[in-house]
């Protein structure tokens, strides 16, 4: 299957700076990638779609100030949290799947990254 | 709006068989997906519907009825491994895969 990494794992940053999660896939171009949150117990929360070239589309709700999505490359996608507060700290995790026809579309996951904000 | 429902946890006996309902109603549809997720790790992929019926996969099946909104994943001979969350998805009309809450599944001696 296709292969999306995530880095870094594991993050905890002090209240008030910025924190970067870079989402690569290995060995398929993604035009789109999706980034997601997850709370404990709880369900992956879409927070945006990452599109190759342009703007990043957010869900209602996410703040496109404080989480920042660039898209540069058909192989990367990185989501900047600013300012970060306890209240963001999370698993974030990104996604992507390969081009339509090749497979049924499920989405490959990176590994993730829990962010603690202190 | 949309909503995906599932149950919160089910507990079964190793080698049992243990079915996982989901209901859904979004705006469009373009698939159901089954992902199981151990605590701490990322999802990863079971089986995908998008056709009414039953599709098999070794000790996993799931099955979909688009006019119903309903979706089960059937686990068999159930392993002790199998312990985790089962989160049912949906591709919309937009082509964004949205999620239930999941349900933890324990698996018991």
């Known amino acids: 299957g296709a292969v999306v990494s995530q880095h870094p794992s594991w993050v905890i940053c002090k209240s008030g700076t910025s924190v970067k999660i870079e989402c690569r896939s290995l060995?398929?171009?993604?035009?789109?990638m999706f980034w997601y949150r997850q709370f404990p117990k709880q369900s992956l929360m879409l927070m945006a779609t990452?599109?190759?070239?342009?703007?990043?589309?957010?869900e209602q709700g996410v703040e496109k100030d404080k989480f920042l999505i660039n898209h540069a490359s058909l192989t990367l996608s990185t989501l900047t949290v600013t300012s970060a507060h306890p209240e963001d700290s999370s698993f974030y995790i990104c996604?992507?799947?390969?081009?339509?026809?090749?497979?049924?579309?499920?989405?490959?996951f990176g590994e993730g990254s829990r962010l603690t904000v202190l | 709006g949309q909503n995906i429902d599932q149950p919160t946890e089910m507990t079964a006996t190793e080698g049992a068989i243990v079915q996982i309902n989901c209901t859904y109603q979004t705006s469009g549809f373009n698939g159901l997906f089954w992902y199981q997720q151990h605590a701490g790790e990322a999802p990863t992929f079971l089986s995908y519907n998008v056709l009414d019926g039953l599709e098999e996969k070794g000790r996993f099946s799931s099955f979909l009825s688009r006019s119903k909104g309903y979706s089960y994943l059937l686990l068999k001979e159930l392993q002790m491994k199998d312990s985790a969350s089962y989160l049912c998805?949906?591709?919309?009309?937009?082509?964004?895969?949205?999620f239930g809450a999941g349900t933890r599944l324990f698996v018991k001696a």
């Open positions: 998805a949906v591709r919309t009309g937009g082509f964004k895969t949205i």
């Open positions: 996604s992507a799947s390969p081009p339509m026809g090749s497979n049924s579309g499920e989405l490959f």
């Open positions: 060995d398929f171009q993604a035009t789109t």
């Open positions: 990452s599109n190759e070239g342009s703007k990043a589309t957010y």
